[in-house]
């Protein structure tokens, strides 16, 4: 009976978009498409697991609309939720300083005293742009530091917080926590290339701290390539004054070379030694260690260096979903709105005001770090495709949406719909996490239509590709609109 019931709806869905093309231009669907519905059934994933909602954007009603209201968690779908409120609060010429004081007097290059950093959050400051701010400090006449490097990251009045918190995966880039002076995300490039003729693996870092002991215990074997980490393991620690990190296993001498990015470091060791590196690599001096101080307020700036603009820093954090980016803007809405130092509760209390201030109620809301990095997160399918809506409407509406992954061809959506009809006919954001699959962006139908799609999927198997398969399928329906 359960069979014959399904048949008779499937066909019910099918008869539906076969006879009415167009379906939902007078009517909204309040059950998934024929083809979504097959995958839900195959995989014995509960209808009401499922939420979607599709609205073209020349109509006031959507065309389909499934458990719509019901508050999901939508995994990194809510960084545009974050990324549109910075653009429209911030504005897209916005942009984060890293400031640089003289402890002390610089007399032919040497400065008598420490070189003071000080950071307000800037979300992007990479290793080349690390780079950029140490060498116009030299074009500005330090050659010699004196005293020591100190960091000032008191920005972000943040709570002790643990990389691991979230899923027990300390190492991991995604989980890096936030910081008013990060660099280069706390991460750490490791390439492997075996060498035959050595006998060994080369390791080399990029960037590599000056404090980071790398410990090389890796030997050559034979066999298959791939494999969990290229059969490397990764065991990090601390030592005095910067971090050990040691490499052990086998790795096949005729393998290709290997790339693993790994945070191994605490956030102000980390920073110290890839300051201290890349000073002394271009012929500066340091000679004191590194600590973490406040700046004098009665001090002024030597430099100010500024990072790319919120229109640049949004593109990096849609396309590529980068969970520390997301939380930095975030908590920059808060001390932006509500004064320094910043904090959770400011970030959230920001993107509050910012969505009342639009008319946007979202009363089932829950924003936890605004990445969507959290077991927390809520937000209804709806209210994500109301989001997407505003946007569409704002005045910045081409940053935005440019900001998201084009189908097919960057992005996280660089493999999906490749070489396919679908390929750049839609800016998505998508997200995972264990139980969650979700995807929300602007899609244009064959037709020359637009429209919003938002489908989010919260069952123990959506992650595993039930919850991929059933969105796919859903992009196929819709373009056919």
């Known amino acids: 009976m359960r069979i014959l019931r399904y048949l008779a709806y499937a066909l019910k869905c099918l008869l539906m978009s076969l006879l009415v093309p167009g379906v939902g231009l007078a009517e909204v669907l309040s059950e998934p498409p024929a083809s979504v519905a097959r995958i839900l059934q195959a995989y014995n994933l509960p209808s009401h697991s499922y939420s ?95 005293g020591d490097l100190v960091i000032d990251n008191s920005y972000f009045d943040l709570p002790d917080m643990n990389s691991g918190d979230f899923d027990g995966q300390p190492y991991r880039v995604y989980n890096v926590v936030p910081d008013a002076f990060l660099i280069n995300f706390r991460a750490i490039n490791f390439v492997f290339r075996p060498d035959p003729a050595a006998n060994t693996v080369q390791i080399v870092a990029d960037p590599a701290p000056a404090n980071l002991e790398i410990r090389n ?27 050990v990190v040691t490499f052990s296993g086998r790795f096949g001498r005729d393998c290709p070379e290997y790339r693993l990015s790994r945070s191994v ?28 101080a406040p700046v004098p307020e009665e001090w002024d700036a030597f430099y100010e260096f500024d990072s790319p603009p919120v229109s640049e820093i949004i593109r990096r954090v849609n396309k590529w979903s980068n969970n520390v980016m997301t939380r930095q803007i975030f908590l920059t809405m808060g001390a932006e709105k509500f004064g320094a130092p910043a904090t959770i509760e400011k970030a959230r209390d920001a993107a509050a005001s910012a969505l009342a201030s639009r008319g946007l109620d979202f009363p089932e809301l829950t924003l936890d770090n605004g990445a969507g990095l959290s077991r927390d997160t809520r937000i209804s399918a709806r209210n994500l495709g109301r989001l997407l809506l505003a946007a569409h409407d704002s005045p910045f509406k081409a940053e935005y949406e440019s900001s998201l992954a084009l189908s097919g ?42 429209f919003i799609v938002v489908a989010i999927q919260n069952h123990p198997q959506a992650h595993r590709g039930p919850g991929e398969e059933a969105h796919s399928a859903l992009m196929r329906w819709v373009y056919t609109q």
């Open 52 to 146: 979607a909602w599709v609205q073209p954007l020349d109509a006031d009603e959507p065309v389909l609309a499934i458990n719509a209201d019901v508050p999901r968690n939508p995994a990194s779908t809510i960084k545009l939720l974050t990324t549109f409120l910075a653009l429209e609060d911030l504005g897209p010429a916005y942009t984060w300083r890293t400031q640089a004081y003289l402890g002390g007097s610089l007399d032919n290059g040497r400065l008598s005293g420490d070189l003071y950093l000080k950071g307000y959050g800037d979300p992007y400051l990479v290793t080349e742009r690390v780079w950029l701010l140490l060498r116009a400090l030299r074009q500005r006449g330090l050659q010699t530091i004196a």
């Open 409 to 450: 061809l960057d992005g996280t959506m660089r493999r999906r719909f490749r070489n396919d009809e679908l390929t750049g006919k839609s800016h998505l954001k998508t997200g995972r996490l264990n139980g969650v699959f979700a995807m929300a962006g602007y899609l244009q139908a064959r037709s020359g239509r637009e």
């Open 217 to 243: 215990q890796l030997s050559l074997g034979r066999g298959r390539c791939g494999g969990y980490q290229g059969g490397i393991r990764v065991s990090p620690g601390e030592v005095e004054s910067g971090g």
């Open 265 to 292: 470091m605490s956030s102000g060791e980390f920073s110290y030694g890839v300051l201290r590196g890349l000073w002394e690599e271009n012929g500066g001096e340091l000679s004191g260690g590194y600590r973490q």
